[in-house]
């Protein structure tokens, strides 16, 4: 059971990532997009879509830091255990507070909203469910173990196995004495990976980056009359010919 959680589950689930991806690009393109309802209602997702976006980011960036950067480092740093550890509470919290927060209203709108719950499919709904349980488990670890209870030192053990899995080098016993809520919240994020290429989640790898430098759309007034419009060619063809029948 330790492997098939811990090294059979992570590496199905990438596989699963990586040609999930490939598949939908060659046969699904015009799917390949947010599926936006903002034309169905805007009020909600005005206050909702940023509020999930900054908070996902922050969470994702606190997540690259913690799982990706060893503690070894930030010690070579100078920077304190206590110091990391209160810094990545406190912002975890907040960006948190934020992802809830925005999750909470997109899912509300959902319901709100008939327009919009008309539009909504399956694997969206899915998604959202998805989403929640994972917000909701990587809550409970960072306030209820870290702030509320005793703490847990997830940076020597569960970074240390996520980095062994891309270096071939799983350490599995690191994860059997791991509380419960880090456990399922890991496992969580790999079936999470899992799912994400068959979800609206595809357009984040089709980011707008050439708005960045694509040369301005100038709009001019048009000066002077208005030029009258030109008939069709067919109208003309039209006229020509019951010209040419009438001269007959």
Partial sequence: MTTLLWVVVPYACLAVFVAGHAWRWRHDQFGW????????????????????????????????????????LTERLGIPEHAYHLVSVSAGTVTGVML?????????????????????????KVLYAF?????????????????????????????????GIF???P????????????????????LFLALWPFTRLVHVWSAPLAYLWRPYVVYRARRGPVPTAQPAPAAVRDAARRTVSSGR
């Fill in 33 to 72: 997009t947010t599926h936006t309802s903002q034309l169905l209602e805007n009020r909600l997702l005005r206050l909702g879509s940023p509020l999930f976006h900054l908070g996902a980011f922050g969470v994702i960036g606190g997540h690259a830091m913690g799982l990706l950067i060893p503690a070894s």
């Fill in 167 to 169: 270096w071939f080098q």
């Fill in 100 to 124: 809830v927060a925005g999750l909470a209203l997109l899912i509300a709108r959902r319901f709100v909203s008939g327009r919009v719950r008309r539009v909504t499919t399956t694997m969206d």
């Fill in 171 to 190: 350490h599995t016993e690191l994860m059997t004495g791991a509380p419960l809520v880090y456990q399922l919240h890991a496992i969580g994020g790999f």
């Fill in 131 to 163: 989403l929640a349980a994972m917000v909701l488990l990587g809550m409970t670890a960072t306030v209820g173990e870290n702030l509320l209870g005793g703490g847990y030192d997830y940076r020597e053990t569960i970074a240390v196995w996520f980095r």
